[in-house]
C-alpha cells in the first residue's frame, strides 16, 4: 500500500501545510513518496528527504515552476498507477490540482478530509461544517484533499529518504503564469493565523474597524468580518468570514459586535476557544462562545488592549 | 463567444441546516431552496461579459431535479438567454437505494462528464462555475471538466478580461492573488470577489417566462456515469459545549490565559 503524497512549496521552502497532509498520509498506513514539482528546487528536495517518506521524488523543470494545474496532474496522472493513494492538503493549490487528476485517471476524489476511518472510509464537512459526512472511496485509487487544521503537523526526523530525479513530460499548454502579488501585511493570512479577531455591523463605521487592528498587533492575530459587515463597507470583501467567504479553525477566535448569524457561525465554528464581545445578551453568538462577555465593544476593546 | 454558466439548486445559506434522525443525510423536505451563492456570481460575470460586448449567448445549465427550473428561470430573468435542465429525476426511480437524495449524490465526475458532453453539443468557448456548491462543498467541477476536454483551467477568480482569445484571470490564492493568461476554449470557477450578483428586475422575470428552458433527461445524454463513492452517514457535528460568561475584560484575559491557555 503506497501512498504519494504531493508537496507544495515555492521553489526553496516546503509549505507546512505539506507537513500536515504528511500525518494524513503516515495515518493510512503505507510507505510514503513524496512528489515535489518545481523549477531549481533541490533545496525543497533536501529539505523534504528529512521526513518519514520512502523516497522523494523531484521533477524539476520549468514546467512546474509554478506548479499550474495542467502539466502538474499530467505528470502526476502519470505516476499514479503504482499508487493506492494520492493526497494532497486542501490548500487553494491542492484544490486546484487534485480534481483535475482525478479526471484525468477517471476516479472520484474525496476533498478536505477531517479524518481517516480506514484506509478508504473518511470524515469531511458538508454545508460548511454544519453536518459531517462519512465517504467511502469506492475506485482503485484513492485521491484525497486533507484539511491542513484538523491534522497535526509532522516533524522532521533523523531519515534520509532516497531522491529520485524524475524527467518532465511532454506538455503542452494553453495557459501560462503572469505574475503574483503575495500579501505583504504584518499580519498573518486568515485561514492559517492562530487567532483571529472578527467583527461584526456592531462596530458601526470602517473608522471604529480599525479599532480591531490595535488588538490584533497584540496578539498576532489576523482580522476577519462578517459578512453584514462587509456588505456595510466597513471591511474589504477578502476578510469575510463565513459559509459564502472563508473558514477558519484558528486556537483563538474572538467574535466581536457580530450577532452570531448560521452563515458567519458555518465559517468559524471549528475554532480551538471562541470568545463573544456583545452587548445584546441574547445573541446567537454566545451559543458558541466559550467565553461570553456581555458589553460595549467600545469600552472593553481599549481595556482588553491594556491588559494584554 | 458562447458562454456555458452552471446553476445549482441547493439549500439556502441563510438556512439551519438538519441533519436526519436516520443520519443518513441532511432534511430538504419543506427547507428553502436557492441558487448556490458562487453560481450566481458565474452568471453575473457572464451577463458582465456580454453587457461590455464580448459574449454573444449566455446558457445556463443546471443538473437536478426538475424544480431546479426555478433557479433557471431566475437565471434568465438576471441575464442567461436560454436555459437547459439535465433532469437527474429518473435516476431516482432507476436507483431506489439512493432516491431520497438522489439530486445531491450526483457525483462531481459525473457531473463534469456531463458537462463535458454539453459541451460537445453546444461549442461554447467558455464554461464560467461557481468554485463549489454550499451542500457538497466539493470543489472538484470545474477542474474534472477542464481534465476531461483538456483545456486550461483558472480557478477561485476574482476578476476577468478578455483580449481576443486571450483570457486574463487574476486567481485568489492563499496568501495573495496569481494572475494567468489563457487562451479560448477555457474553464473558469469563480470566488466570491469576482462581482456582486444583481438582483433580477420584474419586467426582467415578466420576460424571462418567454424564454426557452430546455428539460433533458440524463439518460438521453449518452454519457456513462459511474459510482465512484458511497455515502455512508452524515452527522450533525460535535454540539460545542455550553461556555461561560465573563465579567469583565480582566477576568476574560485571566480565563485566556490560565484556563483556555490560548495567550501568553
Not at chain 1, 14 to 30: M, Q, S
Not at chain 1, 220 to 230: C, D, E, K, S, Y
Not at chain 2, 130 to 139: A, V
Request: proline share 3%; glycine share 6%; net charge negative.
Amino acid at each position: 500500500m503506497t501512498c504519494l503524497l504531493i508537496a507544495e512549496h515555492d521553489n526553496t521552502q516546503l509549505n507546512p501545510a505539506t507537513l500536515h497532509a504528511l500525518t494524513a498520509a503516515i495515518e493510512l498506513g503505507g510507505e510514503i513518496d513524496l512528489l515535489i514539482m518545481g523549477d531549481q528546487c533541490q533545496a525543497v528536495a533536501k529539505a523534504a528527504a528529512k521526513f518519514a517518506v520512502r523516497t522523494v521524488l523531484v521533477a524539476d523543470s520549468s514546467n512546474y515552476q509554478h506548479q499550474l494545474a495542467e502539466p502538474c496532474a499530467a505528470l502526476i496522472a502519470s505516476l499514479a498507477k503504482n499508487y493506492l493513494h494520492i493526497v494532497a492538503a486542501a490548500t487553494t493549490t491542492g484544490k486546484n490540482l487534485l480534481p483535475r487528476v482525478a479526471a484525468l485517471l477517471d476516479v472520484g476524489m474525496v476533498s478536505e478530509v477531517l479524518a481517516i476511518e480506514y484506509p478508504d472510509t473518511f470524515r469531511r464537512p458538508i454545508y460548511a461544517g454544519n453536518a459531517i459526512a462519512t465517504v467511502q472511496a469506492l475506485d482503485d485509487i484513492k485521491l484525497l484533499t486533507v484539511r491542513t487544521s484538523a491534522f497535526s503537523s509532522a516533524d522532521a526526523g533523523e531519515h534520509s529518504a532516497d531522491i529520485q530525479q524524475l524527467a518532465a513530460i511532454e506538455y503542452s499548454t494553453r495557459s501560462h503564469f503572469v505574475s503574483e502579488q503575495l500579501s505583504q501585511s504584518a499580519r498573518p493570512e486568515l485561514t492559517a493565523a492562530r487567532v483571529v479577531i472578527s467583527g461584526g455591523r456592531g462596530l458601526g463605521s470602517k473608522e471604529n474597524f480599525a479599532l480591531l487592528a490595535q488588538l490584533a498587533d497584540k496578539l498576532n492575530a489576523a482580522i476577519g468580518a462578517t459578512r453584514a459587515a462587509v456588505d456595510a463597507g466597513f471591511a474589504a470583501n477578502d476578510m469575510q468570514v463565513g459559509q459564502t467567504g472563508k473558514i477558519v479553525a484558528p486556537e483563538l477566535y474572538i467574535a466581536v459586535g457580530l450577532s452570531g448569524a448560521i452563515q458567519h457561525l458555518a465559517g468559524m465554528k471549528e475554532s480551538k476557544v471562541i470568545v463573544a464581545i456583545n452587548k445584546d445578551a441574547d445573541a446567537a453568538i454566545f451559543e458558541v462562545a466559550d467565553y461570553g462577555l456581555v458589553a460595549d465593544l467600545f469600552e472593553v476593546l481599549p481595556e482588553l488592549e491594556k491588559l494584554l | 463567444m458562447k458562454v456555458l454558466v452552471t446553476i445549482k439548486r441547493v439549500i439556502d445559506y441563510h438556512v439551519k441546516i438538519r441533519v436526519k434522525a436516520d443520519e443518513s443525510a441532511v432534511e430538504l423536505n419543506n427547507v428553502k431552496m436557492a441558487a448556490n451563492p458562487f453560481c450566481e456570481i458565474a452568471l453575473e460575470e457572464a451577463v458582465r461579459m456580454k453587457e461590455a460586448g464580448w459574449v454573444s449567448e449566455i446558457i445556463a445549465v443546471s443538473i437536478g431535479p426538475v424544480v431546479a427550473q426555478e433557479q433557471l428561470r431566475t437565471a434568465l430573468a438576471l441575464g442567461a438567454d436560454r436555459a437547459l435542465l439535465i433532469s437527474t429525476e429518473q435516476t431516482a426511480i432507476s436507483t431506489e437505494q439512493t432516491a431520497s437524495s438522489t439530486d445531491q449524490t450526483i457525483e462531481p465526475l459525473n457531473v463534469a462528464k456531463i458537462l463535458a458532453k454539453l459541451v460537445e453539443r453546444e461549442q461554447p468557448q467558455l464554461v464560467l462555475l461557481g468554485k463549489q456548491s454550499i451542500d457538497t462543498d466539493n470543489n472538484q467541477v470545474g477542474q474534472m471538466l477542464a481534465g476531461l476536454l483538456n483545456w486550461p483551467q483558472a480557478t477561485f477568480a476574482s476578476q476577468l478580461t478578455l483580449e481576443g482569445e486571450l483570457l486574463t484571470v487574476t486567481r485568489e490564492i492563499d496568501g495573495g492573488l496569481q494572475t494567468l493568461a489563457c487562451t479560448l476554449p477555457a474553464v473558469v470557477t469563480t470566488d466570491l470577489r469576482l462581482n456582486q450578483p444583481r438582483y433580477a428586475s420584474l419586467p426582467n422575470i415578466m420576460k424571462a417566462k418567454q424564454k426557452p428552458l430546455e428539460i433533458l433527461p440524463i439518460s438521453e445524454l449518452a454519457v456513462v456515469l459511474k459510482q465512484h463513492s458511497q455515502q455512508l452517514k452524515v452527522m450533525a457535528p460535535a454540539k460545542r459545549k455550553a461556555g461561560i460568561k465573563v465579567k469583565d475584560a480582566a477576568e476574560l484575559v485571566d480565563k485566556l490565559k490560565h484556563d483556555a491557555k490560548v495567550i501568553p
